[in-house]
């Protein structure tokens, strides 16, 4: 009933499992070993559901119980702990350092607390656990006193409540890690069963022959103390393994944000954000920009650039200015936004986070080291005053080495045949990648326009299955006919560039 109760999450139906064999071994009369329960309950989740071996909740689970029973184990008695606090903060190093990758992975974040907080929570979760099966038991024959049992519990998650509230509001409580590569990973777990290795061995060298395990007598009084420091130790060099490394060269991401528009660039210098919004997607600040951002390690955008005011290209980038979580130091608006209404709420939040306001037109440029944002374009002052805010859209080279790409906005052909005539012969020369306006609508990416720019490769960003008929056929058959290579966000989702200046990688996030 537990397992229904609870949803049946890998972690709850592990913990199932591992009850019942307890049980059952307690029944037949045998000895109950945890990490065989363990690997009993992950063959039959697999066996049912394979993919769960790729969701957090599983790795999460089934890492703690094998740190807690497992490694715990092995360094409680190569180190002697007898007393029950050596013995939790041994278990506790060993969680911490068994889940940091998995924990990183998925959510970015490292909690630098985690190691002193589980001092304080897991020698009361044995009350917690015994209150609940107290209150099942008794609740069903006499409701007072299953009120009653389940009083201590609800005391110590009262206490859970308060404490996790007073440490995430301390300093540096959350570490900003990032995502770690494939490389960190694999040297994490190098590092980590070496030095495991080497702890264990050094402290059972020389034990005599059948002496039990867990006795230390004739060894130093420092004995345990050398052995938790160097547990201590090599959780630090591993953690540090796990850091962010300086970035190499220019990364761009076209995200998937279903009908809209969001890019973010990233190199060593900093990170820029051009646009960032839908209109088939809600909340996506919270669900596609930020996690992103905080995946490459980024709590600040130095730029955010907007190309014109439309929702679907500012909707995610005001939930990040009024939310928090990602500072943005400064806010890149058209000429033509000055004093508009409909960029009253960009202004006011911007305001409101303390983003520098800055309004760009032709000839403007900014700068991040070997990166350079290029306005070409900003849109014809005689429509200064028109209600179609595509026409307010900024023309911006992206420059970084010999590597450029034109982004567009949602420019219609007007806007591009105006483009064309205001750009010098050098100005459009060497992009290889153009951002498509308007999500590939028919009413953009003109004949005259594609055959002026000739692009290498063309990002196309919509809502799959939208209701506008983006991407428009046309427009794909003329890039085919120019030899274009097209990346479509809704077919393979976000995609994510590299480029050291000269060569370019590409690829989508989706394989089809």
Known sequence: SYGILTGGSGSALRAVVMILCLWLAGYLGRSYDCLSAMGLAGMWLLWRQPYLLFQSGFQLSFGAVWAIGGLGGLLNEALGAEKGWQRTLICSLCVQMVLAPATVWHYFRYPIYGLVLNLLVVPLAAILVYSGILGILLGGICPPAGVLAVGAGHYVLAFYERLCGLFSGLPGYSLLVGRPGWGQILGYGVVMAA??????????????????????????????????????????????????????????????????????????????????????????????????????AVETVDYAIVSHGDSDHVSGLLELMEGGGVRIRRLVLPRMARGKEDYAGLVRA?????????????????????????????????????????????????????????????????????????????????????????????????????????????????????????????VLERLRERGSRILETGRCGAILLWTDGKRVECRGWLKR
Request: net charge neutral.
């Open 195 to 296: 030095g495991m290795g080497l702890v264990v061995r050094r402290k059972t060298m020389g034990r005599p022959a059948g002496k039990p395990a867990g006795k230390t007598e004739g060894k130093p009084p420092g004995f345990r103390w050398c052995g938790l420091l160097s547990v201590f130790l090599l959780y630090i060099v591993c953690f540090c393994v796990l850091l962010p490394r300086p970035q190499a060269g220019l990364s761009v991401a076209c995200l998937d944000v279903g009908q809209g528009d969001g890019l973010v660039f990233t190199c060593a210098e900093g990170t820029v954000l051009v646009d960032g919004g839908s209109s088939s997607r809600s909340g996506l600040g919270e669900r596609c920009l930020k996690p992103y951002l905080e995946s490459r």
């Open 350 to 474: 911007a305001g409101g986070c303390g983003a520098q306001i800055l309004y760009m037109e032709a000839g403007d440029g900014i700068s991040l080291g070997d990166l350079r944002f290029t306005c070409l374009y900003a849109g014809n002052p005689a429509q200064e005053t028109d209600a179609d805010k595509n026409r307010h859209s900024l023309a911006v080279r992206v420059s970084y080495g010999q590597f450029g790409l034109l982004l567009t906005g949602d420019m219609d052909a007007s806007c591009e045949a105006g483009l064309l005539r205001a750009c010098g012969p050098g100005d459009l020369a060497g992009i290889q990648v153009l951002k498509a306006a308007h999500h590939g609508s028919d009413t953009s990416s003109s004949p005259e326009f594609l055959d002026r720019l000739g692009p290498k490769l063309v990002l196309v960003s919509y809502g799959n299955g939208n209701s506008y008929g983006h991407p428009s056929p046309k």
